[in-house]
T-cell receptor, first 114, second 114 residues
Framework: DGGITQSPKYLFRKEGQNVTLSCEQNLNHDAMYWYRQDPGQGLRLIYYSQIVNDFQKGDIAEGYSVSREKKESFPLTVTSAQKNPTAFYLC?????????????FGPGTRLTVL | QQQVKQSPQSLIVQKGGISIINCAYENTAFDYFPWYQQFPGKGPALLIAIRPDVSEKKEGRFTISFNKSAKQFSLHIMDSQPGDSATYFCAASRGTGTASKLTFGTGTRLQVTL
C-alpha cells in the first residue's frame, strides 16, 4: 500500500529534551511538509522540502529542525528551544510537478510535554 | 501574512440538512482552493478542490462555490449524514509545478445529528 507513515503515534517528552518525529512516504513524492495543529488554529507550516538535501522554513520554524537525506524520509526534531511543543504534528507529501498541490497527510503524532 | 479566514468555527446540522462552510482569502494570486476533511485523531484528507476558472464544482453531495470578485469560496454538503461529522479545513495556494505552500483556514467542526 502506498502512503505516509508517522511514528510514534503518541510521544511524551520531558522539558529540556529534544525529540525526533519520523515521517516516511512510499508515494515517490518529491515534496514533503511538516505541520503543527493546535485546537482552533488550523494547520501551520513548520518546514517543507522540495527535493533531497534541501528544505525551507515555514511560518513557525523556530525551535524545530529537519533533514532530508532520502526522498522517502523527512524527520522533524522538536528541540528544547520550542517553548510550547505540545501539539498534534502532521507530515504531508505532494508531487511537485502536478498542476495542483494536492497534499497527502500521514496519521499524525501527538506530542505531549510533561 | 497571507490569510484564509474560515467560518463558522462549529456547526450543528440535522441529518438530511445542508451544511455550509465559508472561507475568504486576501491574496489574489491564489489559484488553487482545496477542502480537507479530518476525523478525530487522523490526518486530513483531500475532499474536493477548485481552480478560479470555474465558479462551481460538484462531487457527489459536496459542492464548492467560488466567487472570484468577492475572494470567497464555500463548501456545501447536501443531505448531510452523521458520517460527515468531522472537522473541515479550507486552504489556498499559488503557483504550480513547485512545492507550493498551502495556507489553511482555522477549521470548522461539523456535527450532524440524527
Amino acid at each position: 500500500d502506498g502512503g505516509i507513515t508517522q511514528s510514534p503515534k503518541y510521544l511524551f517528552r520531558k522539558e529540556g529534551q529534544n525529540v525526533t518525529l519520523s515521517c516516511e512516504q512510499n508515494l515517490n513524492h518529491d515534496a514533503m511538509y511538516w505541520y503543527r495543529q493546535d485546537p482552533g488554529q488550523g494547520l501551520r507550516l513548520i518546514y517543507y522540502s522540495q527535493i533531497v538535501n534541501d528544505f525551507q522554513k515555514g511560518d513557525i520554524a523556530e525551535g524545530y529542525s529537519v533533514s532530508r537525506e532520502k526522498k522517502e524520509s523527512f524527520p522533524l526534531t522538536v528541540t528544547s528551544a520550542q517553548k510550547n511543543p505540545t501539539a498534534f504534528y502532521l507530515c504531508a507529501s505532494s508531487i511537485t510537478s502536478g498542476p495542483y498541490n494536492e497534499q497527502f497527510f500521514g496519521p499524525g503524532t501527538r506530542l505531549t510535554v510533561l | 501574512q497571507q490569510q484564509v479566514k474560515q467560518s463558522p468555527q462549529s456547526l450543528i446540522v440535522q441529518k438530511g440538512g445542508i451544511s455550509i462552510i465559508n472561507c475568504a482569502y486576501e491574496n489574489t494570486a491564489f489559484d488553487y482552493f482545496p477542502w480537507y476533511q479530518q476525523f478525530p485523531g487522523k490526518g486530513p484528507a483531500l475532499l474536493i478542490a477548485i481552480r478560479p476558472d470555474v465558479s462551481e464544482k460538484k462531487e457527489g453531495r459536496f459542492t464548492i462555490s467560488f466567487n472570484k470578485s468577492a475572494k470567497q469560496f464555500s463548501l456545501h454538503i447536501m443531505d448531510s449524514q452523521p458520517g460527515d461529522s468531522a472537522t473541515y479545513f479550507c486552504a489556498a495556494s499559488r503557483g504550480t509545478g513547485t512545492a507550493s505552500k498551502l495556507t489553511f483556514g482555522t477549521g470548522t467542526r461539523l456535527q450532524v445529528t440524527l
